[in-house]
């Protein structure tokens, strides 16, 4: 047969087939321009029993349209800033010019108001069940940077194309669309496609489709693309394919994967391997080929150590290889086969990738443990870290959300999922809670329904329900724990044994549910050791007692191997020999660890450390008991060593955290801190504060950065002076104060505010103050900054003669020992000059320094270019027996890190034009930062 027969062949076979979509497409690529030109035809099945009038389509290309659309305010929700400054020729669009029904009659056409990337048509006549209806269109799709999303044309001019051409929206009685907010999670129903791509002859083209027919010009190529019952249409585009094909018994893999380290040969095996594991456990791939890029992994990579750079990689290459390419494979099988909505309803499609996932490795690599290769290490094979399994990471990266109350129901819209639980957390949750489910089913039947649900309903629309309902009517067990509790809930689980009551032939067991979780739990009985028996217990209310054979039992303990995600597992274990200090003794441990149920552990972490210049370097150690996962309750006691002051100094806290669900109050911690350190030459002052803090955010959107915190503490003071000291005697006795303070913050990429209000009492003085910043950034990365503060005495009963408890205009004398000052008893030298925004907020150190009734001040800074901005400061001073005085400042502000690194360079104040002064290297004022927590909050506020 002529081969430009087929696809005129294929076309007609496609017109004439029954009930199914189909998609018509002609585009002709201009590299230089960006764009591809589109004339394209949409027949659109009507499915359902409904007549409908209109039909939505998806422009997922026009995402990129503005800097307001739902993807780039997705961009700005996670710190990124590189859609908000693109240029324009930087970012995509999409330009209808055409579209008509099938009798070339316009049909009326518009972008939704809040949705710019999803088109409604109004049909020109309804379209009846089970009828068809044609829409052509003609567009231009102008491609933006791949540097967004990972999609576009790269600055070498290769193009990786995903949700590139229109598609028609899903229809089931609602019309399923939503914006693309590059959570790789388009929505259509599946159709047969047929594509004639025209390019420049130099590029090779890379897709899943099958190739019908090739053409060439001088200078231009067209390929023939046609591929039946799709829904992913990854196409790429390259001037130097690094594509590699392995053709197995199953299917063909097409992959650019990173194999650094692995022959040709391995990478046949593994990928043969991969494709017969894949077959065999959930069912046949329906296409003949699957197309894996490094794009793919990127956006769903091994999280963890697989991460760390190669040079010390704990794993070996073709280990690594080969889960990268499972991972990315089980996501990109099931992406084209199980058509479930994926923004409402990915939990099943993140459950059974990552439960493969695991069940992969405990067929293949069963010993293979969480550190790799580092597991055997001398110093290193001690740590609890070094006896977990590689699976049990998945425990752990979710339980890093569910201790520290971040956790989300896997019902909860992807959208509106913190990054961390939306890339890692979630999907662990899912698959380990498969795992849980199967071992509490038991008898392969979870496996056996996995398979067969994937198979009956291949390329089909479907939804977890429909799993649900499967797997319901393959046991007599009651499952509806597993989807109420577990799925559609954040709910901890976690049990207790409470008590056991010993005989000589019985042993009664009483266990706690500690949540109001109904879920089964197991329990183990030991003996040397060894699992004398497992059984699983259900409907535990609050307390559940049982009776079992005493039986020579060592130790009883409830979910032994794990397999529930239990909140706490250290009180899960009953000895039926010896004390209480027998049954979970103390262990001391080098370093963090991860939490080891067996013992109460204690960390020791040897500490260098340079907190002031009194001090100098301080040399100790850290006794704590906070492991890698967070504790409700935490202690820390750090004795370290003074080089410069030589003294035995340090800190000392401890803090217990009650986390609330359900409310916008979603913790309240109760502690105390002591501090023992220098603050002067010879001078040591002791810090004791007890304190209760409430934190609030907003339950229904976990996502707003918008965070609220109310902190009542006792703050005492006490100063000791030696004969050595050089600051004069102090003028104030030691002293204590009540501090309450309530702060309301919104720290956003393009707009950020903070406001707090602060009320302080002691013996001599009360005071109440009120703080508001704002920043505003534009969209040409110019920034507005604004802080307005007042602040004033409601009584000061304190030393006329002393402004130690005064507001500061430029250097607060930090009372209260708040701040981190490197001298903050120096009044010249650099360290005199280190400045920390708080109170007043000046830079010039003017000649009325302090307010000792009250003050009010206004701080505005804009960018001049780049990272250099203009500053000005004004204010009134008020003390007691003289009028206010007017004070204000200017200067220019460099901005290296903001908020963390920061060089102020006064110009022109009250003094005058201070750049043309004595000493004016003395005036320039700087802010900076040596505090790692600080710095890292930089990383963690884009995942949390």
């Given amino acids: 047969m002529p081969k430009r027969l087929i696809p005129l062949l294929i076309s007609l076979w496609s017109l004439f087939t029954f009930s199914q979509n189909s998609i018509d497409l002609k585009a002709s ?9 589109i004339n394209q035809r949409i027949r659109y099945q009507n499915e359902s029993n409904d007549t409908l009038s209109v039909i939505y389509l998806n422009d997922w290309n026009n995402a990129y349209s503005t800097k307001k659309t739902p993807l780039a305010k997705r ?18 669009f999409t330009v209808i010019t055409k579209l008509d029904d099938e009798k070339g009659n316009a049909l009326e056409f518009s972008d939704l108001k809040n949705h710019p990337d999803v088109i409604k048509v109004n049909l020109n006549t309804p379209l009846l069940p089970n009828e068809s209806y044609d829409i052509k269109l003609t567009y231009d799709v102008v491609l933006p940077d791949d540097n967004f999303t990972g999609y576009g044309i790269s600055p070498d001019k290769d193009l990786n194309l995903k949700y590139w051409y229109i598609t028609p929206a899903v229809y089931n009685g609602d019309w399923q669309y939503y914006s693309n907010k590059n959570l790789d999670d388009l929505y259509i129903p599946k159709a047969d496609l047929t594509f004639e791509i025209e390019f420049p002859l130099n590029y090779q083209l890379v897709s899943e489709l099958n190739t019908t027919n090739v053409k060439q010009t001088i200078d231009k190529q067209s390929f023939f693309l046609y591929g039946k019952n799709r829904v992913n249409t990854h196409l790429i585009l390259t001037k130097f394919s690094q594509f590699k094909f392995v053709q197995t018994d199953n299917f063909t893999i097409f992959s650019d994967l990173s194999s650094e380290g692995v022959t040709p040969e391995e990478k046949a095996l593994i990928t043969d391997k991969i494709t017969r594991f894949i077959s065999e456990h959930l069912a046949a791939y329906p296409h003949e080929r699957l197309l894996i890029t490094k794009n793919d992994y990127k956006k769903d990579p091994l999280y ?11 794993f070996p290459d073709n280990f690594q290889y080969e889960l990268k390419l499972l991972k990315t494979a089980l996501n990109n099988y099931l992406e084209n086969t199980l058509l479930i909505n994926p923004r409402k309803d990915y939990w099943l499609r993140d459950g059974v990738q990552i439960y493969y996932l695991m069940k992969y490795v405990e067929l293949h690599y069963p010993d293979t443990k969480l550190l790799g290769k580092l597991a055997n290490v001398w110093g290193i094979r001690s740590f609890h870290a070094a006896d977990l399994g590689y699976n049990d990471q998945f425990n752990l990266f979710y339980m890093q959300m569910a201790r520290t109350n971040r956790d989300q129901p896997l019902t909860t819209s992807k959208d509106s999922l913190i990054k961390f639980n939306s ?5 662990y949750k899912a698959g380990i809670g498969l795992r849980y489910l199967d071992d509490y089913v038991n008898a392969d039947v979870l496996e056996t329904t996995i398979s067969e649900y994937l198979e009956n ?43 056991i009551k010993k005989t000589e032939d019985s042993i009664t067991i009483t266990i706690k549910n500690k949540r109001k979780t109904n879920v089964p ?58 004390s209480f200090i027998t049954n979970k003794p103390f262990q001391f441990r080098l370093f963090k660890d991860i939490e080891d149920p067996n013992y109460n552990q204690v960390f020791i972490m040897p500490q260098v450390e340079f907190r002031n210049i009194y001090d100098g370097l301080t040399l100790g150690a850290k006794f704590y008991n906070k492991s890698i996962l967070r504790k409700k309750l935490n202690y820390r006691f750090s004795p370290v060593y003074a080089t410069k002051s030589k003294s035995l100094t340090g800190s000392s806290s401890i803090f217990y955290t009650h986390n609330i669900e359900g409310t916008d109050l979603f913790n309240i911690t109760y502690g105390m801190i002591a501090k023992y350190n220098a603050f002067a030459e010879d001078s040591f002052v002791t810090i004791l504060t007890p304190n209760i803090s409430f934190s609030f955010r907003d339950n229904d959107n976990f996502r707003s950065n918008q965070r609220r915190f109310l902190n009542l503490r006792y703050v005492g003071i006490s100063r000791e002076v030696g004969e050595n000291a050089i600051i004069e005697d102090l003028v104030e006795p030691d002293y204590n104060v009540i501090n309450l303070r309530y702060i309301n913050t919104n720290p956003g990429l393009v707009d950020f505010y903070k406001w707090f209000y602060d009320v302080q009492f002691a013996n001599n003085f009360g005071k109440v103050a009120v703080n508001y910043e704002y920043r505003k950034l534009s969209e040409n990365n110019r920034q507005f900054n604004l802080r307005l503060f007042a602040g004033t005495f409601l009584y000061n009963n304190t030393d006329p003669a002393s402004d130690y408890f005064s507001f500061a205009l430029d250097r607060p004398t930090d009372y209260l020992f708040d701040y981190n000052y490197l001298g903050r008893s120096e009044d010249s030298g650099i360290f005199s000059q280190q400045i ?13 320094p302090f307010a000792n009734q009250w003050m009010t001040t206004a701080n505005v800074s804009t960018t001049i270019w780049r990272y250099i901005e203009a500053y000005g400061d004004i204010g009134l001073v008020k003390n007691k027996g003289f009028n206010p005085a007017f004070v204000y400042d200017s200067g220019i502000k460099v901005d290296l890190v ?12 009250n003094l005058g034009w201070e750049i043309a002064q004595p000493n004016y290297d003395q005036k320039i004022r700087i802010k900076f930062t040596v505090d790692p927590q600080i710095l890292l909050g930089l990383f963690r506020r884009k995942w949390y």
């Fill in 29 to 37: 690529v201009d590299i230089d321009a960006k764009t591809i030109k």
């Fill in 75 to 92: 961009f700005t929700e996670e710190f990124s800033d590189k859609f908000h400054f693109a240029k324009s020729e930087q970012r995509g």
């Fill in 304 to 314: 963890g150590l697989n991460q760390l750079p190669d040079f010390i990689l704990p």
């Fill in 423 to 427: 890339n890692i957390a979630g999907k």
């Fill in 457 to 499: 309903n291949q390329l089909k629309i479907t939804s977890s329900n429909a799993f649900e309902q499967l797997l319901k009517s393959k046991t007599d067990k009651d499952i509806n724990w597993f989807f109420t509790d577990y799925i559609d809930s954040s709910k901890k689980i976690d049990f207790k044994i409470k008590t």
């Fill in 521 to 578: 739990v197991s329990l183990f009985a030991l003996r040397d050791d060894s699992i004398v028996s497992k059984s699983w217990i259900e409907n535990v209310g609050k307390y559940k007692s049982l009776t079992i054979p005493r039986d020579s039992l060592d130790k009883l303990v409830l979910n032994y191997d794990n397999v529930l995600p239990e909140f706490n597992l250290r009180d899960n274990y009953k000895s039926l020999k010896g």
């Fill in 836 to 848: 920390i925004i708080a109170e007043g907020g000046f830079k010039s150190k003017l000649k009325t």
């Fill in 898 to 909: 903001t908020d963390f690194f920061e060089l102020y360079f006064p110009v022109y104040s």
